[in-house]
């Protein structure tokens, strides 16, 4: 099952609330050295065997493409195994959606008393996993993670309204729960952040050439995903 909570606002006003809510099974059976796949979201009895024989009917056609059977490594069994992420509040179950957008609402306020500011947009993306995973090997394993991410754009103009500028990515994401967001502290990094939007109107322009570029740790993560 895979949940997601998105909470958007821009200034003094809450743009959209998002909740979505997916649940599923999938299957994966090797036939004769060749895997099969199948997914299905009936979970009964009835509706999960079929999904495994298709699942193994799929293997069987497979194999006229294969090229060598697949064979397995031993693996131990890990029976009745419960894990947890290193979250301890569940935005999901703990925080309402008048908290979301408070928080989001007071940091807009925050970074909109900086000179030049114009524009504030910020939310809150939440996921929320719980999944479980069982294997012929005797493996049955039940586990939950939340991630988090909060996020601003804030945009500057320039008096004569010839140049604006952004400052955004300011936290990155965390598999973490709503201790992570308050921890970010958007309300108190606000002024902050808008002050470098505004920084940023004045910086010189790069000149064309090759340069040494150093990048912060903390946007190894935005490199990555790109």
Not at 3 to 18: A, K, M, P
Not at 73 to 80: H, K
Not at 156 to 167: E, H, K
Not at 200 to 220: C, F, N
Request: hydrophobic share 45%.
């Amino acid at each position: 099952r895979q949940r997601q909570n998105f909470v958007f606002t821009r200034e003094h006003q809450i743009q959209n609330v998002v909740d979505t809510d997916s649940i599923g099974c999938g299957v994966r059976a090797l036939v004769d050295g060749t895997w099969g796949f199948a997914a299905t979201r009936v979970l009964t009895t009835d509706g999960v065997a079929a999904a495994a024989r298709e699942a193994a009917a799929i293997a069987k056609a497979g194999r006229i493409a294969r090229d060598r059977p697949v064979e397995l490594l031993p693996s131990p069994a890990y029976p009745n195994v419960t894990w947890k992420g290193d979250f301890r509040v569940d935005p999901f179950e703990s925080v309402t959606v008048e908290q979301k957008a408070d928080l989001l609402l007071n940091a807009n306020a925050e970074a909109m008393k900086v000179a030049g500011v114009k524009f504030v947009f910020s939310g809150l993306f939440f996921v929320k996993e719980e999944r479980s995973f069982a294997n012929t090997d005797g493996s049955v394993i039940a586990q939950t993670n939340v991630r988090s991410w909060p996020t601003m754009q804030i945009t500057a103009i320039s008096p004569d309204f010839t140049d604006f500028q952004n400052r955004t990515n300011v936290v990155q994401p965390m598999a973490r729960g709503w201790e992570y967001i308050l921890s970010s502290d958007l309300v108190g990094n606000a002024p902050k952040w808008a002050g470098e939007a505004v920084e940023k109107l004045g910086a010189k322009s790069v000149d064309v050439g090759r340069y040494d570029l150093v990048l912060h740790p903390t946007h190894l993560w935005l490199t990555i995903h790109e």
